[in-house]
């Protein structure tokens, strides 16, 4: 019989570095924004090159902030693919925005610059593609599409930490870019995230946006309306250790994802993410689509196996009936029905791995057509 394993689907990398990254605020009683926040910038500029980084409590109130830094007229639509997380929707309906919802490619489950262009109305005012999953596909297609349109692009890379599309980095390609710095990320914060531009009029409004209408603390001086979005140094501080891990990250993550789908390639009716070439890819999970996904997951979840559902689609949310138009979108649909993600962290051992595509090769080819049953 074979043994129960124990895998959970996130798993941040921690270690006595971040725990020593951290007592070192307690120490110099520096718990809010402070020296630690500075160096992250500074690193995240250097990670990205971008001209401006923001930080955020999270990437949903990055996108926000993002947002209410574009200053977009209020009721004006947003387009965006329906396949993503629900912060993408949700930040363009507190910032006042009409999301405009597009379906996906099939293979790289991002949406085409054609997808954006069919989309446009005379009360588009921006285009927010996501990158997913790890990579960041068409995204220098989709900002090209935006300057020539002159539709601001505000790309949803929350997935897309030290990915770099062409030789740019995610989040730069547009107008602006949003990290996030979940703890399922490729870098974690526990919460946090990152607003990216090299407009110095947008870099500018977000130092605003984010402390109070002012862009230094300790004045009581506020030039603008503006609110809280300021982080803690003690999240900056594992923030700064875990940069310093990234590459790390990135070996771990594409070493696992080959061993997934060595062992998994050439299963009847099982599909996998396509990888747009030009983009680099830091594994986020291992997606996976299969006609037979419910039982797939009953038997990894007995057997276990921590597994994830796909996004759900924006257009079928229950809080968003009344603010988007109806709209069909197939793929997006699909890959909901159809598709599973399996853990892929550093805590998921080789044998782990295997016993995991063994079990859902077990579960997908009847023994029968593995010669293991004679048939007379």
């Given at each position: 019989?074979?043994?129960?394993?124990?895998?959970?689907?996130?798993q941040p990398w921690l270690d006595a570095a971040e725990q020593e990254a951290v007592a070192g605020c307690f120490e110099r009683q520096w718990l809010t924004e402070g020296p630690q926040a500075a160096y992250l910038r500074d690193q995240l500029g250097t990670l990205t090159q971008a001209a401006h980084v923001a930080l955020a409590p999270n990437g949903t109130l990055g996108l926000f902030l993002a947002l209410l830094a574009l200053d977009l007229p209020r009721g004006s639509e947003v387009i965006m693919p329906s396949f993503t997380f629900m912060a993408t929707a949700s930040a363009a309906v507190f910032a006042g925005l009409k999301p405009v919802l597009v379906d996906?490619?099939?293979?790289?489950f991002s949406a085409t610059p054609e997808a954006f262009e069919r989309?446009?109305?005379?009360?588009?005012?921006?285009?927010?593609?996501?990158?997913?999953?790890?990579?960041a596909a068409y995204a220098e297609d989709v900002a090209a599409l935006g300057e020539r349109l002159d539709i601001p692009v505000l790309e949803d890379a929350a997935q897309a930490c030290g990915v770099r599309y062409r030789g740019r980095h995610a989040g730069t390609l547009g107008t602006l870019g949003v990290l996030s710095f979940f703890a399922d990320k490729s870098v974690t914060m526990g919460e946090?995230?990152?607003v990216l531009t090299d407009d110095a009029a947008l870099g500018r409004r977000l130092k605003l946006l984010r402390n109070q209408g002012r862009e230094h603390s300790g004045t009581f001086v506020h030039e603008a309306l503006g609110m809280n979005f300021r982080v803690t140094d003690m999240q900056c501080?594992?923030?700064?250790?875990?940069?310093?891990?990234?590459e790390q990250v990135r070996a771990d993550r594409l070493?696992?994802?080959?061993?997934?789908?060595?062992?998994?390639?050439g299963l009847p009716g099982l599909e996998f993410m396509a990888v747009d070439p030009d983009s680099e890819f830091i594994p986020f999970r291992f997606p996976l689509l299969s006609r037979r996904m419910p039982e797939l997951r009953q038997a990894l979840e007995a057997a276990g196996v921590q597994t994830r559902s796909m996004f759900y689609p924006l257009h079928l949310q229950p809080?968003?009936?009344?603010?988007?138009?109806?709209?069909?979108?197939?793929?997006?649909?699909?890959?909901?029905?159809?598709?599973?993600?399996?853990?892929?962290?550093?805590g998921v051992t080789d044998e782990e791995v295997a016993q995991i595509v063994?079990?859902?090769?077990s579960t997908l080819v009847p023994r029968v057509n593995r010669g293991l049953v004679a048939v007379g």
């Open positions: 019989m074979q043994q129960r394993m124990s895998v959970c689907q996130v996906v490619d099939p293979h790289t989309a446009v109305t005379a009360r588009t005012s921006a285009f927010m593609p996501v990158h997913i999953y790890g990579q946090g995230g990152a501080a594992v923030g700064n250790v875990q940069l310093a891990r990234l070493r696992r994802y080959a061993l997934y789908e060595e062992g998994l390639r809080c968003l009936k009344g603010l988007i138009d109806p709209v069909s979108l197939p793929v997006s649909e699909r890959l909901y029905e159809q598709g599973i993600c399996l853990p892929i962290h550093q063994g079990l859902i090769r």
